[in-house]
């Protein structure tokens, strides 16, 4: 691989032993969202009766990208002593996943078979996945 794709024995793209900033978000964010596109491929395989568009699938990830980053917010504000690991981040996180959940499908008319809630549902899951990852990294 070496001289392929900007790889070199300095680092990506030859700056040096560590990559700017910049290019390593880029590769987080890659590494990130690559597993969540290949889980929502294959939930998207099992609705095939009545495929739900594509773009509300998308809407509801980037709904769960949102959701992270207001639970991030909000807990933040907290500090992390007593039971807040384990009872309040928790109660909060899940609790702004069905917020986010209910207010997209409650208007959706695509919504009409009960394997479109699991898509819709996993979909929003793994944008939150993908945005803690991303925060994270």
């Known amino acids: 691989l070496r001289g392929r ?3 070199s ?3 990506l793209c030859g ?3 560590y990559a700017t900033f910049a290019s390593r978000m880029l590769t987080v964010a890659a590494a990130a969202i690559a597993p969540a596109l290949f889980w929502l491929w294959v939930a998207r395989r ?3 009766r009545q495929p739900e568009p594509l773009r509300w699938v998308a809407a509801a ?3 769960g990208m949102a959701v992270a980053v207001v639970a991030a917010l909000l807990l933040s504000q907290i500090p992390p002593v007593g039971l807040r690991p384990v009872l309040v981040t928790p109660v909060v996180e899940e609790g702004l996943k069905f917020f986010g959940f209910w207010l997209l499908v409650r208007r959706l008319a695509a919504f009409d078979e009960p394997s479109d809630g699991v898509l819709y549902a996993a979909a929003l899951g ?3 996945g993908t945005a803690e990852a991303i925060g994270f990294g």
């Open 46 to 48: 099992y609705d095939r």
């Open 9 to 11: 024995r300095r680092g």
């Open 61 to 63: 990830f980037a709904l």
């Open 126 to 128: 793994l944008g939150f």
């Open 5 to 7: 794709f900007g790889a």
């Open 15 to 17: 700056r040096g032993r």
